[in-house]
């Protein structure tokens, strides 16, 4: 039996750039560009990079917020890419995102108590007491007290809006989380209990999670798997313990050089890459990361696109240091 819940196979999204407001189009920007990786039931993959690299967007195409340009998501084994209507909703009911941003993704006008109920009266039409009673259950479950429930977004510290997030994205019973950066806009202080508290509601619940997380510390921290994305596509996937402790990319290498790590597992001196991103609408020739890569080997870097490598340990990489 296939135990992948999610499987992405050679996904694309392709953006058209339009000539000014009126004007055609010309030239399209390929925010992702072939990617494919697979979530068994109740793990946790985590997807890298720096901003720009296309992490967000294969969330919009998981989520069908965006239609793939070609590929396919498998979802328990089917393609929702040519699932309509109310299997769609259904699958899509399975599938909820945490956001970055615990305060912009609650309305300031509503209590805790309205934000959380709400998805349960449009999809359960619950109300009463029944309501009132899922909704207490469910803050119960994030940690969060009787005495939240009436307060508004403002009243809260960032923790308890994202604590008021996730109960909220938990009322429809989901299999699988998609959570974007969400401890990057929390105090250092709470970041730690934040993890350790998906952590625990993951083992609880049973649940699937996609990190997507430009924090290495954080990818390191919360996943069993780890995709390096850099320009819509992976370079770098396998074990994330082994991929941060001995990374055969060069990219993964800087990243994983710049930040703190245990004492001997630091490289002698961070790696640091020239220059910036560049602009996925005019994504280098050959290896998409020769522009700013450290140990190019020659013409072959600027000319031939790697192919992927992969490893008798599940591992793969794409780069010609690889052969
Ligand atoms: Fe660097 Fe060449 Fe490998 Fe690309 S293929 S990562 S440029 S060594």
Redesign the pocket.
Known sequence: MNDNLLEIQGLRKYFPLKKGFFGGTQGKVRAVDGISFSIPRGRTFGLVGESGSGKTTVARAILRLIEPSEGRILWQGKDICRVLGSEMKEIRRNMQMIFQDPHSSLNPRKTVFQSVAEPLVIHERLKGKKLREQVEELLALVGLKREHMFRYPHELSGGQKQRVGISRALSLHPRLLILDEPTSALDVSVQAQMLNFLESLQEKLSLTYLYISHNLAVIRYACDRVGVMYLGRI?EAGNTEEVFSAPR???TRALVSAVPLPQAEQPAKAILLEGDIPSATHIPS?????TR?????GP???ETE?SIRFFPDGSQV?????G
Not at 318 to 322: A, E, I, P, Q, S
């Open positions: 370079l990319h060069p990219y050959g290896c998409r990361f020769h890569c450290p140990e190019r080997i072959i870097c600027a790697p794409t780069c010609h240091l690889y």
